[in-house]
């Protein structure tokens, strides 16, 4: 199974957090799976917070964002009856806002499972929930509204 970064168009894959051909940055995969996405991922150590073990929130935040844009685009694609990859226009979200709530301290080390929900999706805007987890036990939720993005002509 590809994932949703892997049909990024050259143009759209240059993301820090999930950009195949960003040769610095965490390369997430998110796939879809029913009515469900998810992510794994798991933080090296240069990503300590401030307490020390565990994962600084600002890097949790930014996975939630890509993973949350990723998903978006997924459930568009499947609302539009399209497939990714097939040769039309690219649906691509940005995001317009993302509500992080960190529940407890997120380890590192451990494997991270990253979830996303389709809440809505009307026009060009998506809502997403998330999660992300560690070792079963919930770490941070979050709430993305991602706006899908139109190229000018």
Not at 11 to 28: K, Q, R, V
Not at 31 to 50: C, K, L, N, Q, V
Not at 117 to 142: P, W, Y
């Amino acid at each position: 199974m590809q994932a949703i970064q892997d049909h990024y168009p050259a143009e759209f894959s240059h993301c820090y957090g999930c950009g195949p051909a960003n040769p610095h940055g965490f390369h997430l995969k998110s796939y879809i799976d029913g009515e469900r996405t998810h992510a794994r991922f798991t933080p090296a150590s240069m990503y300590s917070g401030g307490y020390p073990g565990n994962v600084y929130g600002g890097m949790l935040a930014s996975l939630l964002d890509c993973h949350g844009t990723a998903s978006a685009a997924a459930f568009a694609y499947r609302a539009q009856s399209r497939v990714m990859g097939d040769g039309g226009p690219p649906i691509r979200f940005v995001t317009g806002s993302l509500k992080v709530d960190y529940r407890r301290p997120t380890p590192l080390g451990v494997e991270l499972l990253i979830e996303g929900t389709l809440c809505s999706l009307e026009g060009r805007k998506a809502v997403i929930d998330l999660t992300l987890s560690a070792g079963g036990e919930v770490c941070v939720t979050g709430v993305m509204v991602a706006v899908q993005f139109v190229a000018k002509a």
